[in-house]
């Protein structure tokens, strides 16, 4: 028996980089996984199909989490898989959408990063909570963004994991009662997409060159770190916003 054994457990934005490897060390640990994603099935099904050829045990379902009846079908998809309850909500879906500075943005874009990072992390909780039971967990990613403010057009992102904090720190006081623990990761220069789309190779190396560890992070540490914070091992911790950085920045 793993640690996670008879768990369910939904991953948002779980079929690439990060949700992936959240999918995948959920599914090694014993957890049904509910691996949802927005627009890209293969990238889903390939995730799928990898837990599978491990031993695991998942299903794929296609939502857009920024939308209420989507969040919705989701949950009850998750419900319906595995006997009625979930035991672990991980919040990835988010993304910096594009640099812009104060100028450049108007209202359409800053609230669509809003809805990105903000309303899908407040849909699932409020759509979860409600069938978590006792010892449930939820992590939440906020991002080293959210303290430092982010890097150059970086604002409405950084402002979006920033509120992410702070709704995290918020449902460990309100959900605590209920034994559901609400936890953050703040994560730092990870290699992912996410720096291949949006940050210059020399930032990337001047960054990792700054970085008390001397490299970037990687998808499968950070899958780690969940996979503990939603276990008993940290039966603990809450309203707890985690940095995982290699001591780029210091909280």
Known sequence: MTKLTGKTAIVTGGSR??????????????ANVVVNYCNNEADGQATLDAIKAAGGNAILVQ???????DVDRLVA???SAFGGKIDILVNVTGGL????????MDME???HVMQLNVTSTFLMTKAVAPHMPEGGAILNFASQAGRDGGGPGAAAYGTSKGAVMTFTRAMAKELGPKGIRVNSLCPGMIATAFHDTFTKDEVRTAVAAG??????GNSEEVARTVSNLVSDDSSFVTGANIDINGGTLFS
Not at 63 to 69: G, I, M, S, W
Not at 97 to 104: I, P, S, T
Not at 211 to 216: A, F, H, I, V, W
């Open 17 to 30: 980089d990060i949700g992936r490897a959240v999918s995948q060390q959920l599914a090694a640990d014993g």
């Open 211 to 216: 970085t008390p560890l001397r490299r970037q």
């Open 63 to 69: 939502a857009d989490v920024t939308k209420e009846a």
């Open 77 to 79: 998809e998750a419900l």
């Open 109 to 111: 874009f800053f609230n």
């Open 97 to 104: 959408v594009a640099r812009k500075g104060l100028a450049e």
